[in-house]
């Protein structure tokens, strides 16, 4: 065989060897691509995404568009000719397995984990944009959990609002644990509730639950550190003066709770707070109208501007990253606060572009 031939021949074997152990080798990563977007004023599936009732609702244009990440999942491992192929495509990132997932972390409870976030996002936003609008909300304690197998087991339900303990009214969710551990392990505590189901339906009609009171009795045992418990979680739940639902199915994470925020705004009160402008964003957003980070924010920015949005809503703490890449044609606008959000539409609306805060020194135009 001449030597051209066999060399060819050589470099076409290691090749395709090469191929195959890419193929084959899997790799300790993941990979964030840009993921769809929704305007929170808008329909998505064939209903609208904030849904108001018993309470005036206004007209309103332009977008205020929430946005996503498409993720590798957990159990997925991507191999070596997909990391490479991931690494060289600019719309997509190539980043450590673990950075996303914590070790272990199984699928199933990944997706618990971003329900339960993007439930409480759901919470946090309607409390942050009533209370900005000085509308009332109010709070209660309710059963958070119940332990399997413990003496509240059966006796108590998560939901069920927990007004007094041994007929001391409770204040806050701390208070329940305070009062259960006065008694001695195998004492009963007497709990006031409101049971879940009766709670829901009151909350469903706009109203606060206050009546239908019943008692019920509950054994203590003894817990490892000795004191006395029943097997339940307190936590703080809030309730709303009419009902507010957001409807918006196969999203996960507490990133869409700033831009949730802003539509449930812009939905109660007159006038556009957009001007009939394309305004994207992301960030969590905490009971007091705090904005935090989140992940894969240059993604996020990819997708926004693929939509067509014209302004991206940026947490101040993701403004060093997002500005590194900006798409052009999109402008960064920074915000800590649901204040600053609301401060930068009104700018965005009445056309002063020159003084919104920008991230990094005036974004790409």
């Not at 709070?139 to 303990?165: C, N, Y």
């Not at 693929?306 to 403004?319: D, S």
Request: aromatic letters at 4%.
């Amino acid at each position: 065989m001449p030597r051209r031939t066999a060399t060819l021949l050589a470099s076409t074997l290691m090749f395709i060897v090469l191929i195959i152990a890419g193929l084959l080798i899997p790799v300790p990563y993941s990979e964030m691509s840009p993921g769809p977007t929704v305007n929170t004023l808008g329909d998505h599936g064939g209903e609208p995404v904030l849904q108001i009732s018993r309470e005036k609702t206004y007209p309103t244009t332009g977008h205020l568009n929430m946005t996503t990440v498409r993720v590798t999942g957990p159990d997925y491992r991507m191999n070596l000719l997909e990391a490479v192929y991931g690494w060289l495509d600019p719309d997509s990132a190539v980043v450590p397995h673990k950075t996303l997932y914590p070790e272990g972390q199984t699928a199933e409870q990944a997706d618990q984990q971003n329900a339960e976030e993007f439930s409480q996002s759901q919470e946090s936003a309607k409390v942050a944009a009533l209370r900005e609008l000085h509308k009332p909300v109010a709070i209660q304690t309710v059963v958070g959990s119940v332990v399997k197998d413990k003496p509240a087991d059966g006796l108590l339900h998560a939901g069920d609002v927990i007004k007094a303990v041994d007929g001391t009214e409770i204040k806050q969710a701390g208070d329940v644990a305070k009062l259960v551990t006065k008694h001695k392990p195998g004492e009963k505590a007497v709990f006031t509730i409101i049971p879940a189901k009766q709670a829901a339906a009151v909350e469903k009609q706009g109203g606060k639950p206050e009546t239908g009171t019943r008692q019920v009795t509950v054994p203590t045992q003894k817990a490892d550190d000795g004191r006395a418990v029943v097997g339940i979680q307190a936590r703080v739940d809030h309730v709303f003066p009419f009902p507010i639902d957001i409807k918006l199915a196969d999203v996960g994470g507490p990133s869409a709770g700033l831009m949730f925020a802003l539509g449930i705004m812009d939905k109660l009160t007159p006038g556009d707070m957009t001007g009939g402008k394309f305004v994207a964003g992301t960030g969590t957003i905490d009971d007091a109208g705090k904005v935090g980070p989140i992940g894969g924010i240059s993604m996020k920015t990819i997708a926004a501007r693929e939509q067509g949005a014209e302004f991206f809503l940026t947490p101040k703490a993701n403004c060093a990253t997002a500005a590194r890449n900006t798409p052009e044609g999109l402008r960064l606008v920074k915000v800590d606060t649901i204040g600053d959000a609301v401060k930068a539409l009104e700018k965005i609306r009445g056309g002063d572009l020159d003084g919104l805060p920008s991230c990094g020194p005036a974004g790409r135009t």
